[in-house]
């Protein structure tokens, strides 16, 4: 399959939609987002106007029109979104992010009563959702978490503690993963549930704008309906169907911040002159923009095939998101870093947002799984392929 090729007027248009809605109600803010380590309610205003947070899920859930009758074209779609937000800031590329995968668990994994409930208002951007897995002891690990969901008559009581939990200071509903008797369980956990208390994390090296959280746990009793799925699904079902989700959008939106940085490269290294010559002219300036280029270009075919397996519902579609995030969220520290040597001493200073990307950039190899647990995954699945 030629996917470079395969572009629709429809794919080329949600291209351009998401765009132009980034880059207008999005990248002006970037900076600021970044210094006041928030976005602005105004941001999430125009992304909720867009449609942004009903990207991605199905259209009986809330969804955008078209996408049960075009299900790859609207996962392209989707990934456009995230591409165009990662350009625009990554920070809030990340938010739209952690919507997405705990929406996209609860859509899979919910009870007709759930999505009824929860649907319209994740959709519409009424309820901002996060997903809350790891722990001060516990983070490669999921399975071992150790906060504590105890049956309590109809419902749970809930105690122990999250960490770095991106929206954790802003989001509205976490899918919260906890140990129970019966294994790893999923409850959905509102924020003014009592009980719960947020403490917000300053000064992170980059992506500031995703206003991480350690979420506090105390004797926080849930009904029975918020259990998503079944007990013992937690980490294997539900926190995997919003990892998946997370990979695939990470990947596209590493695309976009590499993509960010790129542009800003072709554009100092045309417009800057050392030795008598535009410093583009040097065979060694050349050498970064060429393998800058080659790999935004590659990481990009891998997110569209991901995304055409993740329409499809192919079997290949967890490892190929698996893939498109190792190979992206590593791409783009090796392009921020060039992109910032092109710039020289205006790389490094405040004037241009290289330093930013730069910081932002270190983010992608940490979260939806750290590079090295997502060569192990990639290495099992290659195992269990077997010999062609
Ligand atoms: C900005 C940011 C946002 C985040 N947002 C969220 C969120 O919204 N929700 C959430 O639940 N979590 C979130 N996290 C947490 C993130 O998922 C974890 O940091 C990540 O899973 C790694 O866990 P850890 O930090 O505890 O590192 P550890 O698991 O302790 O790993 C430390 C090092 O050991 C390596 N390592 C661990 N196990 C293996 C192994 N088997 N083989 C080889 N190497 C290994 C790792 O690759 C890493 O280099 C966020 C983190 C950050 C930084």
Known sequence: MNIAAEVTSAQAEARAHWQAVAQAEVAPFARQIDREAAVPEAVMAALREAGAFASGFPEAFGGPAGAQGDPVGAALAHGALHE????????VQGVLNVHHMGGSALARWGSAAQKAHWGPLLTSGATRCAIAITEPE??????????????????????????????????DLFVLIAASAAGPVALLLPREAPGLSIAP???????????????????????????????????S??????????????????VGLAEACRQAALSHVQRRAQ?????????????????????????????????????QRAM??????????????????????DAQQL???????????????FRDARIMEVIEGTTQILEVMIARFSYQEGPA
């Open 84 to 91: 165009a937000l990662g350009r625009a800031s990554a920070s």
């Open 138 to 171: 516990v983070g490669s690990d999921a399975t071992a978490v150790r906060t504590r969901a105890e049956v309590d008559g109809d419902g749970w009581v809930v105690s122990g503690e999250k960490a770095w939990i991106t929206c954790g200071a802003s989001a």
């Open 201 to 235: 994390i300053p000064d992170m090296l980059g992506c500031r704008g995703y206003a991480m959280a350690r979420l506090i746990l105390e004797d926080v009793r849930l009904p029975g309906e918020a259990l998503l799925g079944k007990p013992g699904f937690g980490v």
């Open 237 to 254: 079902h539900v926190a995997a169907t919003g990892l998946e989700s997370g990979r695939h959008n990470l990947a596209w939106g590493c």
């Open 275 to 311: 030795f008598g010559e535009k410093i583009a002219e040097f065979q060694l300036v050349q050498q970064l923009i060429a393998r800058m280029s080659t790999e935004i270009h590659a990481a990009r075919l891998m997110c569209r095939s991901a995304a055409v397996a993740r329409g």
């Open 316 to 337: 290949t579609a967890a490892k190929e998101a698996t893939m498109a995030k190792y190979f992206a969220s590593t791409m783009v520290g090796r392009v921020a870093k």
């Open 343 to 357: 710039h020289g001493a205006a790389g490094i200073g405040p004037k241009t947002p290289l330093e930013m990307y």
